[in-house]
């Protein structure tokens, strides 16, 4: 399976980090659980799973706070992702963006999940991915979203809203706590549960 997180200029760092260290040490726990068990690794084993950073071009970005990122793929070199994720920052740039925004509709028309994190959801609204279903963002955030995109039924005081192929989450530790959430769909329980044991990380299940 190949994971896409996009990034961008201002991405916030661990909007991108946070998910990207969940779903790597998923692929490394699924690959310690068969090995403990003494089981074959199946084709479409989570050990198998691919994460991609990916960005408009294979420049450094630079995260907000001023952390440079080292994007792996940029978009034309990106392969067909089955799980797209977007997470936040300052989202103006992107938003506006015709590359990046072409992008993120492309990748979510083949990808058979889509997500985002805190911000990222402007960008997905943006891309025309979300419509008129309910979906999250950062508290801060809530008021902004609603006046830009008033189709969409924006919810507050939820760390999470799972809408099945889309998946929005509000900010930095629902981000992952939503990744984890993703694992646990994708891989089962018993490998979300390891993965976040193995980062040291208290999971909350609810979303609410």
């Given at each position: ?45 989570p050990a198998h799973w691919q994460v991609l950073c990916v960005a408009e071009t294979l420049r450094p970005v630079r995260a907000r706070a001023g952390m ?94 799972d809408q099945g192929r889309l998946i929005t989450s509000a900010g930095i530790s629902a981000g992952i706590d939503m990744s984890l959430h993703l694992v ?25």
């Amino acid at each position: 399976m190949q994971i896409a997180i996009l990034a961008f200029d201002d991405v916030e760092a661990l909007d991108l980090a946070g998910p990207y260290e969940v779903f790597t040490t998923a692929a490394r726990m699924a690959q310690r659980l068969a090995t403990e068990a003494g089981q074959p690794l199946a084709a479409d084993s989570p050990a198998h799973w691919q994460v991609l950073c990916v960005a408009e071009t294979l420049r450094p970005v630079r995260a907000r706070a001023g952390m440079t990122l080292l994007p792996s793929h940029d978009f034309s070199q990106c392969p067909r992702p089955d799980l797209l994720l977007v997470p936040g920052g300052v989202v103006d740039a992107p938003s506006r963006s015709p590359a990046t925004l072409a992008w993120v509709q492309q990748a979510h028309e083949h990808a058979k999940l889509t997500a985002s994190v805190c911000t990222g959801a402007f960008i997905l609204a943006a891309a025309g991915v979300l419509h008129d279903q309910p979906v999250t963002t950062h508290w801060e955030d809530v008021a902004d979203l609603r006046q830009q995109h008033p189709s969409l039924k924006v919810q507050e005081g939820v760390r999470w809203v799972d809408q099945g192929r889309l998946i929005t989450s509000a900010g930095i530790s629902a981000g992952i706590d939503m990744s984890l959430h993703l694992v646990q769909r994708l891989g089962g329980q018993a490998l979300a549960e390891r993965t976040a044991r193995q980062m040291d990380y208290r999971w909350l299940k609810n979303p609410a």
